[in-house]
């Protein structure tokens, strides 16, 4: 199998799940018009795929493979055409005329197709050298073919931006960018290598047109997640939507490594070797890229010890919130990310550090005796305790409050990495991770209760 082929059926693949999940999670007022892109991907995914069947197929194939193969191009190319015009243009008034013309054209020209296929179709060449070819009629019946593309691609376009134009919601503005970035880069390749090239140039390039129906497909799915145009609700549908995207990825990756490998090595296709080579390495990198992620972050966040990486702090604090808390662990993880030489918890009288620190029972009550500081979190101590605190090593002391505002514990801290001392935007960003910790401290102790 080439290189080409793999691409084309991965993007098959692509627009049938693209189309599962848009529709399934699309909200209940988007739910009909959402149908229409199903549909686009549905039979896009049928286009791209009979593009490369017929592309393949050995000299010895029979009539009925090549008809059927011949239909899915054809037939699936005007079903996909109608369904992104439906999509794309219903919202305008001019629209709903338009896409009511090109639904009713579609099904009287292929009806005629059907019975008359002649008026479009003379025969079919089936090369090794030469490739395969269909052989095209150039007259009346490819001429309204090729206006009804271009009428379904032009229509689809300027409703989208019309309506990117229109709209006040900038989520809404942004994913139509997005969108209309996509379908003007799948309408030209489409109607260059798909529509013109066939009949006027040569027929062997038909799979760059359902190729280039990868960046739509990414374009609008992109949209939906970036800009929440869909609720990602159920489980099952986070995980197709992460198979969406693998794919997605898999398929940008293939296609930059065939060009860079024609243009440095000057060879059609690469062996199937390499080509397994790739696809397997593509596969580890994707399946790695969570943990890639994760361990990228976590360094990235402990080697800033100038400031504080808040996202991370607060995305593991929300896992540790799930979990049965260990104070010591998360005296340690803060200690690590919060860039301090030491943390700990004081609560009901012990101490849970994030490493040993000798404390006398005296010290430990001096320290909780300490007096609250009204609104403001971190405490001050007087001369004594300051004297106490500065023998064990401890910078601040700050108190633990729990949903009503009451104090429940305290959390102590030692020097500062990296700085003397944390600025107020620092300050801010610590309290509010402090304020978290208290309330997932404060929930473990009504769960233990």
């Known amino acids: 199998m080439s290189l080409q082929a793999i691409l084309v059926y991965a993007v098959s693949a692509l627009a049938i799940m693209s189309g599962i999940a848009g529709y399934v999670g699309s909200p209940k007022s988007e739910r009909k018009r959402m149908i229409w892109y199903s549909l686009m991907a549905l039979f ?34 005007a079903l996909m055409a109608i ?59 490819y001429l309204a073919y090729f206006l009804f593309f271009a009428v379904c691609c032009s229509s689809a376009i300027i409703a989208t931006f019309m309506h990117s134009r229109r709209v006040r919601h900038k989520s809404v ?17 489409s109607l260059i290598f798909n529509v013109i090239f066939p009949i006027w140039v040569r027929y062997d390039l038909i799979w760059v047109g359902p190729l280039s129906l990868a960046v739509t497909l990414i374009a609008f799915y992109f949209a939906l997640l970036k800009f929440h145009l869909v609720s ?38 690469p062996s199937p070797a390499i080509l397994a080579l790739n696809f397997l390495m593509i596969i580890i990198v994707l399946l790695l890229m969570p943990v890639l992620n994760e361990v990228s972050s976590q360094i990235k966040s402990l080697i800033a010890v100038g400031q504080v990486d808040l996202a991370y702090v607060v995305k593991k604090l929300n896992r540790v919130a799930t979990k049965n808390i260990d104070l010591r662990e998360l005296a340690a993880f803060l200690a690590d990310h919060l860039h301090f030489s030491y ?32 609104s ?7 001369k004594t305790t300051q004297e106490t605190l500065d023998e064990l090593g401890i910078k601040a002391v700050a108190e633990l409050r729990n949903a009503k505002g009451r104090t429940f514990g305290q959390l102590v801290v030692g020097k500062p990495m990296g700085k003397s001392s944390f600025d107020r935007r620092d300050l801010i960003q610590i309290e509010m991770i402090i304020n978290l910790v208290a309330t997932i401290i404060d929930s473990e102790k009504h769960l233990r209760a």
């Open 343 to 374: 943390a700990g918890f004081i609560l009901n009288g012990r101490l849970y550090g994030s490493k040993t620190l000798t404390v006398t029972p005296a010290q430990l009550s001096q320290i909780t005796h300490m007096k609250a500081s009204g």
């Open 173 to 189: 503005k942004r994913g139509d960018y997005v969108l209309l970035i996509g379908l003007i880069s799948t309408s030209v390749f």
């Open 44 to 77: 896009g995914a049928i286009w791209a795929s009979s593009c490369m069947l017929f592309l393949d197929l050995p000299v010895d194939a029979s009539e009925g493979l090549v008809i059927a193969a011949r239909t899915g191009i054809y037939y699936g190319g």
């Open 232 to 269: 990602m609700d159920s489980k099952w549908l986070k995980i197709l939507s992460m198979v969406v995207l693998m794919v997605s990825g898999a398929v940008i990756y293939m296609l930059i490594f065939y060009l860079i490998f024609t243009a440095l090595f000057k060879i059609p296709n």
């Open 83 to 141: 369904g992104i015009t439906v999509f794309c243009t219903w919202r305008e008034k001019w629209g709903k005329a338009i896409s009511t013309i090109c639904v009713l054209f579609a099904a009287c020209f292929l009806t005629l197709l059907t019975v008359s296929p002649e008026v479009m179709f003379e025969g079919y060449t089936l090369s090794v050298q030469q490739g395969n070819a269909i052989d095209l009629v150039e007259g009346w019946a």
């Open 376 to 382: 403001d979190i971190w405490q001050q101590p007087n």
